[in-house]
C-alpha cells in the first residue's frame, strides 16, 4: 500500500503534467487501483473513469467529494477491504483533482475574456487562447490568494504582466506582497472592491493605471489593468482562496496616447486652416477635428469637440435644406464618403442652433479614405463658411418674407389678387379656413366661398371698387372648411404703381361672427322681451317667440306645456322649411316626449334643467334610438344641433323651449347659445308668472265681486225679513187693545229672532274669514266629549231640518273623547251639517261617529244635488260654492273656514260626491 506522501507526490506530478484532464484523471485512478482493490473517478463533465479488476462485493466503497470554491466537480470512490488510515489523503487528493477540474473551467472563462477583450482593443491583434489546461501555461495572468491577502501564486502571464523573473517572485512577492495592504490600491479607489472579492463576491474590477509597490521586488513601471476578482470556497462555504485574473490594457492606452499625440501635431497643422475640418470613422464617430471645425460646431476647442459623442454633438443642431425642410443626415458628404461613394456631391446645408437659434450655412465637401484592401478606413469632411453670403442673399428677399410673415401671422384671412381681382397668394389662416391648398387658390375668387346670400351685394361692391380703385370694405358669411358660415368683415386696398396704375390689391378677411352673434342675439332677445311683455296672454306670445326665433337664433323652435295632470302639449312648432312643420306635428305626435329618457324635451321637463348637443352624428342617433322606424324619421327631421331650455315658474316646470339646427344653415350651438336660451327661457318665465299673477287677481276681483254680490244678499235677506215683522208688529200695535191677540205676536217675534239669529251666523262667519286670513285663529284645546258635541249640535238642527224636509239621523260606532278646541270643533260640526241641509233639503242626512288608529271620524252624508269633480277640488277654496244655478244662499266660505280648523288641529276633511246621488264629508281628527 503505498504511503500517503508518495500517493500525494505522485498525483501531484500527474496533475501538474501537460495532459488532457481525462488522461490525467485514468492515469491517476490506475495508480490508486494498483495499490488498492480498485478505483473510479466521476467528475462534473458527466464522464467516468474507471480502473482495475472486477470488484467483488464484499470490498468497501468510499466516495470523496471532487468539491473546490464551494461547488461539487464529481466524486473519487476507492474500493479497499480497509483504509481508514488513509481518508486524509484521499480527500486532500480530491481537493487537487477538483482545482484541476475548477482550472479548466476558468482557463475556458479566462479565454473568453481574453477574447473580449482582443475585441473591445482594436490596436492590439487578436490571438487565440491555446493553452488552457494548467494554471502556469493559461495565457490569462491569475494570481492566486490567501483569505489573508497574501499571494499563493502567479502564473507565467502574470509574471509578464509586470517584467518580473520566478526568482523575484519567490524573494519577494510571496512573503511580502499583501494586496489587502496596498496603498496604491487604495489611492486608484479599487482597494474596496479587492475587499468585496476577500469578502466571497466575484465581480469586475475596471481599468487603472497601477504602479506596482516597491516591497514587492517587481520593477518600477506603470501599468494599465483591469481584473476579475473570484473567491474559492470549500464544501463547508468557506473561502479558502481568491483568484484574481487581470487584464493588461498598457498597451491599448499607450496606442491611445500616441493617437493623441498624432492628432496635436495634426491641429498644429491644420491650425491655420480657415475652413472646418472633421474625420469620421467607420462607426460614424468623430476621431478628428481642428480648432475651426470645432468652433463653427459651438465648441470651444477641438479636444472639448472630441470629449463629446456624436449623438451629443448632432443633437446640438437641427440640419436644414436650402427649403427649410429637414436634411437627411445619412445624406451628408461624410455620411456618404463613409457608404463608399468616392466623390460625394458639394451640399449646400444650414446648421440651426437649437439652443441659440443661430443659422449657419456651410458648403460641405468631403472624401473617403480606403486601405489597402479597399475598404474604408475613414471619411474627412471639409466645412466651408457660406453664411455671410448667404445673409446677403436673404436680405434681397427680406421686404418680400417680411410681408409674408406678417401675412402668415395674422389671425385674419390676408390675400393678394391682380387688377382682375383673380387671387394670387393667400395667407396660412386663409388655407386652413377654407380647406384649399395654394394651388387651388391661385386665379380663383370667393364665389366659391361667399355665402349665396352675401354674394350679390358683396359681389357689386368688389366690382365697384376695381373699376374706380376706391377702397373695398363689406360684410359678409364665408363657408369654413367643415361647411359652417362665419360672418367676416372684408377690406382691400389697391397697390400702384409710381405712374399710379394698380399693381395689385391686397385684402383681408377678419372673423366677426362673436359680434355678429352678439349684436342679432341682442336685437333677438330685445324683440322677443318686447313681444313677451306685450300681451298677458302668453300662451299667444309664446307662439310669437317660436316665429321670432327661426331663422334668426335657430332653424327650428318648438314649445311644450306641462298641464296641471302632468301632460305635455305642443303649443307650438316653427322651422326654416314650412313643409317640415307638418312632418314634425305629426312626429311629436307619434313620439311624444319620453319622461324616462336621460335625453332631450322629457328629460328637461322632468329634471328641470338645460341641454345642448353642439353636434348630433348619425351614430349617436342609433346608438340612442334602438326602433328602425322612429331612427329614419328621426334622421328625416335633420336636427344636427340641439339646445333645451326649462320653463320655471316659482320653482314649478311649466314647459321647455326647444331648439335645432340642420344641415340647410350649416349652423351649431355653442355655450354662448345656451346662455341666451337660458335668458329667453328666464324672460319667459316672468312673462308667463305675470300673466299667471294677473289671473289669479283677476279671479280674485272676481271672488270678490261674487262674494260682496252674495253676501249683499245673505245680509239683505234676514235684514229685510225683520224688517217686515217689525213693520206689522208696528201695524198691530196701532189697532184698539181688544183686537190686539197674543198669538199674532208670539209668530212674528219669532220669526224675528231667527232672522237676527240668522244674522248673527253670517257676521261671525265673517269675523272667522277675516282671523283667518289674517293668522289670527287661536285654539284653545281641553277635553271634548266629540259623541256629547255632536249629539249637541244636531239637536240644535232639528227644527231647521224639519222646515227643509229632511230627516236627521245618528250612528254611533264608537265612543271618541279628544283634545281639541270645542268652539271650533263644534262650529266647524255646525258648517257640514248646514251644507247637507242645505243641498239634501227633502232626503235624508246622517252623521256616523266611528274611531280608527290614532284619529276621530265623522262622516257627513246627504242625498241631494252632489258635487261634480272639477267642483271637489275647490270647494274648499274661499268664497267658493257648489253651483250657482241653485237657489241656495250662502257666502261660499263655510267649507273653508272648516279646512282651516281641522288642519289647525292637524286633521284632515275630503269629500266624495257624485253629481244628483249626494255627497260624503269626511271630517279627521287626531286623538
Not at 572 to 578: E, N, W
Not at 613 to 619: A, N, R, S, W
Not at 622 to 646: C, K, M, N, W, Y
Not at 737 to 755: D, V
Request: charged content about 25%.
Amino acid at each position: 500500500m503505498l504511503e500517503n506522501a508518495v500517493l500525494l507526490r505522485k498525483t501531484a506530478a500527474l496533475l501538474a503534467e501537460n495532459s488532457s484532464l481525462k488522461i490525467t484523471l485514468e492515469e491517476i485512478a490506475a495508480l490508486i487501483a494498483a495499490d488498492f482493490q480498485g478505483c473510479r473517478i466521476s467528475y462534473a463533465s458527466g464522464q467516468s473513469v474507471a480502473a482495475g479488476r472486477v470488484h467483488p462485493s464484499s470490498l468497501s466503497q468510499v466516495d470523496f467529494p471532487l468539491r473546490a470554491g464551494g461547488k461539487d466537480f464529481g466524486t473519487l470512490s476507492v474500493f479497499s477491504s480497509s483504509f481508514l488510515e488513509e481518508h486524509e489523503s484521499f480527500r486532500e487528493l480530491a481537493l487537487r483533482i477538483a482545482l484541476r477540474v475548477q482550472n479548466e473551467q476558468l482557463l475556458e472563462s479566462a479565454a473568453s475574456a481574453q477574447q473580449e477583450l482582443d475585441r473591445m482593443s482594436q490596436a492590439l491583434e487578436k490571438s487565440e487562447l491555446r493553452f488552457r489546461t494548467l494554471f502556469e501555461q493559461s495565457p490569462v495572468s491569475t494570481q492566486v490568494f490567501a483569505p489573508d491577502g497574501r499571494t499563493l501564486a502567479v502564473n507565467r502571464a502574470w509574471r509578464k504582466i509586470f517584467n518580473v523573473s520566478e526568482e523575484v517572485v519567490r524573494g519577494y512577492v510571496y512573503p511580502h506582497y499583501n494586496v489587502l495592504q496596498d496603498e496604491e490600491l487604495e489611492k486608484q479607489g479599487i482597494a474596496s472592491l479587492i475587499r468585496e472579492g476577500f469578502a466571497g463576491k466575484t465581480l469586475d474590477i475596471p481599468a487603472v493605471a497601477y504602479r506596482p509597490p516597491e516591497a514587492s521586488g517587481m520593477r518600477d513601471q506603470m501599468r494599465w489593468i483591469g481584473a476579475m476578482i473570484s473567491p474559492i470556497k470549500d464544501d463547508t462555504g468557506a473561502i479558502k482562496e481568491i483568484l484574481l485574473i487581470h487584464h493588461d490594457l498598457t498597451e491599448v492606452k499607450r496606442a491611445e496616447e500616441e493617437l493623441r499625440h498624432s492628432r496635436d501635431q495634426l491641429n498644429v497643422v491644420l491650425g491655420g486652416v480657415t475652413d472646418g475640418i472633421t474625420v469620421l470613422d467607420t462607426q460614424g464617430n468623430f476621431i478628428f477635428a481642428n480648432e475651426t471645425g470645432a468652433q463653427m460646431c459651438g465648441f470651444p476647442s477641438a479636444e472639448a469637440f472630441l470629449q463629446a459623442t456624436t449623438a451629443e454633438i448632432m443633437d446640438r443642431f437641427e440640419i436644414l435644406a436650402e427649403d427649410g425642410t429637414p436634411f437627411p443626415i445619412n445624406k451628408l458628404p461624410g455620411r456618404l464618403a463613409l457608404q463608399g461613394v468616392a466623390s460625394p456631391p458639394e451640399t449646400l446645408v444650414c446648421f440651426r442652433s437649437r439652443e441659440k437659434r443661430e443659422l449657419r450655412w456651410s458648403i460641405i465637401n468631403a472624401k473617403p479614405v480606403f486601405d489597402e484592401a479597399g475598404k474604408v478606413k475613414f471619411a474627412i469632411s471639409i466645412f466651408r463658411d457660406f453664411t455671410e453670403r448667404k445673409r446677403a442673399e436673404l436680405l434681397l428677399e427680406e421686404r418680400e418674407l417680411r410681408f409674408r410673415t406678417l401675412a402668415e401671422a395674422m389671425p385674419q384671412l390676408v390675400w393678394i389678387a391682380t387688377p382682375e381681382g383673380q387671387t394670387e397668394y393667400c395667407n396660412r389662416q386663409c388655407l386652413l379656413y377654407t380647406g384649399s391648398t395654394i394651388d387651388e387658390k391661385k386665379g380663383m375668387g370667393w364665389e366659391n366661398f361667399v355665402h349665396p346670400g352675401d354674394f350679390a351685394a358683396m359681389g357689386a361692391q368688389w366690382k365697384k371698387s376695381m373699376q374706380t380703385g376706391a377702397p373695398f370694405a363689406a360684410e359678409y358669411r364665408l363657408r369654413r372648411h367643415d361647411g359652417i358660415y362665419h360672418w367676416h368683415l372684408g377690406r382691400a386696398v389697391p397697390v400702384r404703381l409710381p405712374d399710379g396704375k394698380i399693381q395689385s390689391w391686397i385684402g383681408t378677411a377678419t372673423d366677426i361672427h362673436e359680434q355678429k352673434l352678439v349684436q342679432e342675439t341682442s336685437q333677438f332677445l330685445a324683440e322677443a322681451s318686447m313681444t313677451l311683455v306685450s300681451s298677458l296672454d302668453f300662451e299667444t306670445t309664446l307662439v310669437t317667440v317660436t316665429q321670432l326665433a327661426v331663422p334668426q337664433f335657430a332653424d327650428w323652435c318648438s314649445v311644450d306645456l306641462l298641464d296641471e295632470k302632468g301632460y305635455v302639449r305642443r303649443l307650438s312648432t316653427a322651422h326654416l322649411d314650412a313643409e317640415k312643420v307638418a312632418f314634425a306635428e305629426k312626429f311629436y305626435e307619434k313620439y311624444p316626449p319620453d319622461f324616462q329618457s336621460e335625453h332631450g324635451i322629457g328629460a328637461i321637463l322632468r329634471k328641470g334643467e338645460s341641454q345642448i348637443y353642439p353636434l348630433i352624428t348619425d351614430e349617436m342617433m342609433r346608438a340612442a334610438i334602438q326602433e328602425p322606424q322612429h331612427l329614419a324619421d328621426t334622421l328625416q327631421l335633420g336636427v344636427r344641433s340641439f339646445l333645451g331650455v326649462p320653463i320655471i315658474v316659482s320653482g314649478k316646470i311649466l314647459g321647455a323651449l326647444s331648439f335645432g339646427q340642420t344641415d340647410e344653415s350649416g349652423r351649431r350651438f355653442q355655450q354662448v347659445d345656451l346662455q341666451l336660451a337660458e335668458e329667453l327661457g328666464r324672460r319667459a318665465s316672468i312673462a308667463i308668472e305675470n300673466a299667471l299673477l294677473y289671473q289669479q287677481a283677476q279671479n280674485a276681483i272676481r271672488l270678490r265681486d261674487e262674494f260682496l254680490s252674495i253676501a249683499s244678499h245673505e245680509l239683505r235677506t234676514p235684514l229685510t225679513s225683520l224688517q217686515m215683522q217689525l213693520q206689522l208688529v208696528a201695524r198691530h200695535l196701532m189697532k184698539p187693545a181688544e183686537m190686539l191677540g197674543k198669538e199674532n205676536f208670539q209668530g212674528k217675534i219669532s220669526m224675528a229672532l231667527r232672522q237676527t239669529l240668522r244674522l248673527g251666523t253670517l257676521l261671525d262667519r265673517l269675523l272667522d274669514l277675516s282671523r283667518l286670513v289674517n293668522g289670527k285663529l287661536r285654539l284653545e284645546p281641553e277635553e271634548v266629549d266629540f259623541n256629547s258635541l255632536v249629539q249637541e249640535v244636531l239637536g240644535r238642527f232639528k227644527e231647521e231640518a224639519e222646515l227643509v224636509g229632511c230627516v236627521l239621523h245618528l250612528q254611533e260606532e264608537a265612543q271618541v273623547r279628544g283634545q281639541w278646541d270645542k268652539i271650533r270643533i263644534e262650529q266647524a260640526i255646525t258648517n257640514l251639517l248646514s251644507n247637507a241641509l242645505k243641498y239634501g233639503r227633502g232626503h235624508p242626512v246622517t252623521a256616523t261617529l266611528s274611531q280608527t288608529e290614532g284619529f276621530a271620524l265623522l262622516r257627513v252624508q246627504d242625498q241631494g244635488i252632489g258635487i261634480s269633480p272639477e267642483n271637489q277640488k275647490r270647494i274648499f277654496d274661499r268664497f267658493e260654492r257648489v253651483s250657482t244655478h241653485h237657489n241656495i244662499s250662502g257666502l261660499g266660505i263655510g267649507l273653508y273656514v272648516t279646512r282651516e280648523i281641522v288642519e289647525a288641529h292637524k286633521g284632515r276633511i275630503s269629500v266624495e260626491s257624485e253629481l244628483n246621488k249626494g255627497s260624503i264629508f269626511l271630517l279627521e281628527l287626531p286623538l
